[in-house]
C-alpha cells in the first residue's frame, strides 16, 4: 500500500491551482486585450475558433505541467526509494545488495540471505536501507 505523502500532494494542488488562475487570468487578459484594441467585429464563428485555439492551448500546457510533476526523479535519494534490488552478501543486518546494476553497502530491517529481493526504503550516506521485497531465496 502506498502511503500519501503530504508535500507531495499538496505541491500538486499548488500547481493545479496555479494553472487554474493562470487559466482565468489568460482569458481576462485576452478579453481586456480585445476590448482595449478595437479589434474590428468578427463573427462569432470567429471568436469561437479564437477562444477554442486558446482554451486549447492552455489546456496542452496543463497536461505537459501535470506529466513535468507526475514524473517521478530518477536519481539522487528519490529515485532509489521504492527500486527492487538482490541481496548479494550478507552479515547479520548489514551486507551488499545490486539495485539498477550498482553495487550498495546495505542495513536490512530483518536477517536476508544472498539472493533475496529486496525494496530500498532510504539511504543513510552512502547505505541503503532495505528491507524484503518480493521472493526469498528460501521460499524457492
Aim: charged share 20%; net charge neutral; glycine share 12%.
Amino acid at each position: 500500500m502506498r502511503r500519501l505523502d503530504f508535500n507531495s500532494a499538496f505541491k500538486k494542488a499548488l500547481i493545479i491551482f496555479g494553472l487554474l488562475v493562470f487559466f482565468v487570468f489568460d482569458e481576462v487578459l485576452l478579453i481586456v486585450l480585445f476590448s482595449r484594441i478595437g479589434i474590428p467585429d468578427f463573427s462569432t464563428a470567429t471568436w469561437l475558433g479564437i477562444g477554442t485555439l486558446v482554451v486549447g492551448l492552455n489546456l496542452l500546457l496543463a497536461l505537459v505541467v501535470y506529466r513535468l510533476v507526475r514524473t517521478r526523479p530518477s536519481t539522487g535519494i528519490e529515485g532509489l526509494t521504492g527500486q527492487k534490488g538482490v541481496v548479494l552478501s550478507s552479515s547479520g543486518r548489514t551486507g551488499k545488495v545490486q539495485v539498477r546494476g550498482e553495487n550498495w553497502d546495505a542495513e536490512f530491517s530483518e536477517e536476508l540471505k544472498p539472493g533475496d529481493e529486496v525494496t530500498v526504503s532510504s539511504l543513510k550516506g552512502l547505505v541503503l536501507v532495505v528491507g524484503p521485497g518480493g521472493v526469498r531465496k528460501d521460499e524457492e
